[in-house]
């Protein structure tokens, strides 16, 4: 099967350019061919006045895109397109490129863009879903993309524009939720259900776990922004009855105002790593006697609670969303509260004081990892996903893979 794979990177990297990067390596391994399509919002370095205008009308229809697009698939003639991310620069255009060619498209929701401007249902601190009530214009009062109301209200016409376009409804084939819980929300918010599978994120290569590792501190590895709430684990951090030492892998724009605020609250065993290859991240957490993931936005499938399995180590997360269904509470890891400190530090000390329930939870977490997030078992998944899309395409009947 020949794919094309279409990804719009972003300035600050993440979890899905990571996805993109082990589907295509994946399916290379399996055989098939894969046609990547990558563009980078560095391309946006410098726009002001008029180009930030042009920037605005391409966010919602880049006819570079379709035109780079159009003449891949016509080069190419791949069996189906598989999009990852379009925001900024590729666009949705690129949607209407792929049916007037006839070619099946599948996109992967690592977000929940389609219905929130910001991507995130998180606002002032806590979940919002009210643009899906309301609509995206909605969200141009509060500003919820980078807090401008100016970039908010570019954001809610490329939705507009492309609801309106029947783009979601009709132009994509088959869609990929990460987790059940995601699934949930697309549900809720008009996607429809026939075209929706659930297919997790997956870790490759496996990193190993380390049966001799001294585990002798926490971990948190992500971005340090407002939804990741790490304000809220340094808060419960300065609540512990005796210290645990912490370290924090990652950066992000709170990063200068979450060291400032561990030095204020006199934190001296919290350590700030910084950003760190993913190598070097996975030596850290493989090194941890248990991850802390301390989001309090719904979150779609974190890579880092993956990784974590895959090293035997297990997640303390808040109880919520897509993170609730993946940690299992009392074997895989713990829940606690969202945006309790209290119930946050209580968790953490009564997981400290017991190494040896912690040791059988990672154990558990390697287990569901072997169970669940290979790239072994992720393939078959995809396969399915392609096969639906091509057969939705065609208007034929499934029939069940042999």
Known sequence: MKILFAHNFYQQPGGEDVVFKQECEMLDRAGHTVVPYRRSNFEIEGYSGLWRFDLARKAIWAPDSKREITALLRHEKPDIVHVHNTFVVISPSIFSACREAGIPVVMTLHNYRLYCPSATFFRDGHICEECVEHGPWRAVGYGCYRGSRAATATVAMMLTVHRQRQTWTHDVDAYIALTEFARSRFLNAGLPAEKIS???????????????????????????????????????????????????????????????????????????????????????????????????????????????????????????GAMREIVEDGRTGLHFAPGDPDDLAETVQRAWRDPQRVCRMGKEARREFENKYTAEKNYPMLMDVYRKAIAQKSGTQLRPAV
């Open 198 to 320: 659930v297919k997790p994120n997956f870790v490759y290569p496996d990193p190993g776990m380390s049966e001799s590792a001294p585990r002798d501190y926490a971990v948190f590895a992500g971005r340090l922004s407002p939804e990741k709430r790490v304000n809220t684990m340094l808060t419960a951090w300065s609540r512990l009855r005796s210290p645990i030492p912490l370290k924090i892998v990652g950066s992000g724009p709170q990063a200068t105002e979450l060291e400032r605020e561990a030095q204020k609250l006199g934190l001296t065993g919290v350590t700030f790593l910084g950003q760190r290859s993913r190598d070097e991240t996975l030596a850290v957490i493989r090194q941890a006697r248990f991850l802390i993931f301390s989001s309090e936005w719904y979150e779609n499938f974190p890579v880092t609670i993956a990784e974590a399995f895959a090293c035997g180590v297990p997640v303390l997360c808040s109880r919520l």
